[in-house]
Each structure stands twice: as structure tokens, then as C-alpha cells.
């Protein structure tokens, strides 16, 4: 398990003043041994129902940010109104459960890295990562 100390140190690294919120943040994203996966809107709500007082989503919003631009997590975006962050910061593969709204992880052996035809005058690819969507098949529930 993290100690408090490693959160506040993630705190200031960040650029953010240690508070009894923002710990509670890094507890629920950082004190794990899974991948989390999260809207900020969901993180809130958990937040506050953990803490049994409202949390600002501005705090929220703002710890998450500057989280992922320490390089803490990692920002996915769904659609053009959607986003979900990562524990996981590694680059990697996910699945998108559109019934569920669950973001699911793949692991290398699930996908095979699709293959790159053409490139960007003058730019390198520093990644490739897949967000397969995928909804329920009601044609075959029949």
C-alpha cells in the first residue's frame, strides 16, 4: 500500500498544495493494484460519497489535469465529449463497452498493432494505441 507520504510528494510534484480532497484523490486512483479507469464526473461522485461531503468538480477536474500532465495517468478520449483517464500510463489497447460505458484494458495478446501505410511528412509515430468499440449484438439475441 501507498503511504501518505508518496501522495503528497505526487501532489506538489504536480504542482498542487496537499489537501484532505486531493489526498483522498490520489488514494482512489493511486492506492490499487489494478488499472482504473474513470470520468472525472464519476470520480467526483465516488469521491464525495467516500468522503459523505460534496467535493468540487473543479478540484477534481483540476487534480486530474494536473495529473496527466505530470504524466500520472493518461487521457482517453471516447468522442468529442467524452473522456476517461488511465492509471495505466503505459501505451496500450482498449476495448470500450458502449452499453456499459466501461472502459476494458487489452492486453498485447489480444490485438495485433495494426500496420501504418503512410506517415506525416516530417513527423515520427511516437505511439499506436486502438480504441475498439463495441455495443450488444441484437441481431444474435434473437
Known amino acids: 500500500m501507498i ?7 505526487k501532489l506538489r510534484s504536480s504542482g498542487l498544495r496537499p489537501t484532505k480532497q486531493r489526498l483522498k484523490i490520489c488514494e482512489l486512483l493511486f492506492n490499487r493494484d489494478n488499472t482504473f479507469h474513470f470520468t472525472i464526473n464519476d470520480l ?6 467516500q468522503l459523505n461531503e ?6 477534481v477536474y483540476n487534480t486530474v489535469h494536473a495529473f496527466k500532465n505530470k504524466g500520472y495517468l493518461k487521457e482517453i478520449s471516447i468522442n468529442s465529449d467524452k473522456s476517461y483517464f488511465d492509471t495505466n500510463t503505459t501505451n496500450h489497447h482498449h476495448f470500450f463497452d458502449q452499453d456499459t460505458n466501461e472502459l476494458i484494458d487489452c492486453t498485447d495478446d489480444e490485438i495485433e498493432t495494426p500496420k501504418i501505410k503512410k506517415n506525416i511528412l516530417g513527423k515520427k509515430i511516437n505511439s499506436v494505441e486502438v480504441l475498439i468499440k463495441v455495443a450488444t449484438d441484437n441481431q444474435n439475441q434473437k
Not at 503511504?3 to 510528494?9: L, R, V
Not at 467526483?44 to 460519497?49: L, T
Open 54 to 59: 460534496k467535493i468540487s468538480l473543479a478540484t
Open 3 to 9: 503511504k501518505n507520504s508518496e501522495f503528497i510528494d
Open 44 to 49: 467526483a461522485k465516488n469521491i464525495s460519497r
